[in-house]
C-alpha cells in the first residue's frame, strides 16, 4: 500500500496568515496517463463530510476560492492556504489514486487563533 | 445538482452483516465513465476507502477487508450497495458514498461529490 503522510497534524493561524500542509507518498504517484500526478486534496469541516478541493496535485475544484493552491510533484506535496478566514477551520486530507487500494493521509487539524 | 445519500443498519451486534445504501441523483451509474466508491471514517479519526463500483460494473476493493466486502448497483434506482459480513467494533463509523468519474481511462480517482454520511454502531 500507498503510505501518505501529512504535516502537521496540526497547527493553528491567525486569520489573513498564509498556511502550508504537507503531504509525501511512499512512492511517486507520477502517471504516466496525461503526464500528471495523482494525488486530491479535501477539506473536512466539523460535523460535515469531506469536499473536495484539488484533484490532480493542483486543478482547483470548480467554486473552489483560489487561496487554496495545490503543488508538488512525485512524492511531496503542499497544499498552500493563502490569507486563512475563519471559515477554514477544518481538517484537510491528502489522497493518492496512484494504485489500489486508494489511501489517505492521517490529516491536519487547522485552527483559527 | 449531483446529490448522494446513505442509509444504513445503524446498529449492529459483532458477526452480524453490515448492509448500506446510497441513493444519488444528478447523475447514472449505466452512463460511461460514472463511479460511486465508499469510504469510512471512526469518530475522530481519518479516511479509509472501501471500494469503487462502476459504470461497467467494474469493482475494487481494499485488500484489507476485501473477503468482507460486496459492492453492487441497481441502476434502475439510482442506487449503489455495500455489505459487510462479520462486523466487529472496529466497524464502528460514519460511512460515506462518493461519486467518481473517470479520468482517461483511469479507473482509480478522487471524489468529486460526497453524501452526508450515516453512521454505524457496532457493540454487543
Known amino acids: 500500500d500507498i503510505v501518505m503522510t501529512q504535516s502537521p497534524s496540526s497547527l493553528a493561524v491567525s486569520a489573513g496568515e498564509t498556511v502550508t500542509i504537507n503531504c509525501k507518498s511512499s512512492q511517486s504517484l507520477f502517471g504516466s496517463v496525461r503526464q500528471k500526478n495523482y494525488l486530491a486534496w479535501y477539506q473536512q469541516k466539523p460535523g460535515q463530510s469531506p469536499k473536495l478541493l484539488i484533484y490532480l496535485a493542483s486543478t482547483r475544484e470548480s467554486g473552489v476560492p483560489d487561496r487554496f493552491i495545490g503543488s508538488g510533484s512525485g512524492t511531496d506535496f503542499t497544499l498552500t492556504i493563502s490569507s486563512v478566514q475563519a471559515e477554514d477551520l477544518a481538517n484537510y486530507y491528502c489522497q493518492q489514486y496512484y494504485d489500489s487500494p486508494l489511501t489517505f493521509g492521517s490529516g491536519t487539524k487547522l485552527e483559527i487563533k | 445538482q449531483v446529490t448522494l445519500k446513505e442509509s444504513g443498519s445503524g446498529i449492529l451486534q459483532p458477526s452480524q452483516t453490515l448492509s448500506l445504501t446510497c441513493t444519488f441523483s444528478?447523475?447514472?451509474?449505466?452512463?460511461?465513465?460514472?463511479?460511486v466508491g465508499w469510504i469510512r471514517q471512526p469518530s475522530g479519526k481519518g479516511l479509509e476507502w472501501l471500494a469503487n463500483?462502476?459504470?461497467?460494473?467494474?469493482?475494487y476493493y481494499n485488500p484489507s477487508l476485501k473477503n468482507r466486502l460486496t459492492i453492487s448497483k441497481d441502476t434502475s434506482n439510482n442506487q449503489a450497495f455495500l455489505k459487510i459480513t462479520n462486523v466487529d467494533t472496529a466497524d464502528t463509523a460514519t460511512y460515506y458514498c462518493?461519486?467518481?468519474?473517470?479520468?482517461?481511462?483511469?479507473?482509480?480517482?478522487?471524489?468529486?461529490?460526497w453524501g452526508q454520511g450515516t453512521l454505524v454502531t457496532v457493540s454487543s
Open positions: 444528478g447523475f447514472s451509474l449505466s452512463t460511461y465513465g460514472m463511479g
Open positions: 462518493a461519486r467518481m468519474t473517470v479520468y482517461y481511462g483511469l479507473l482509480l480517482n478522487w471524489f468529486a461529490y
Open positions: 463500483i462502476w459504470w461497467d460494473d467494474d469493482k
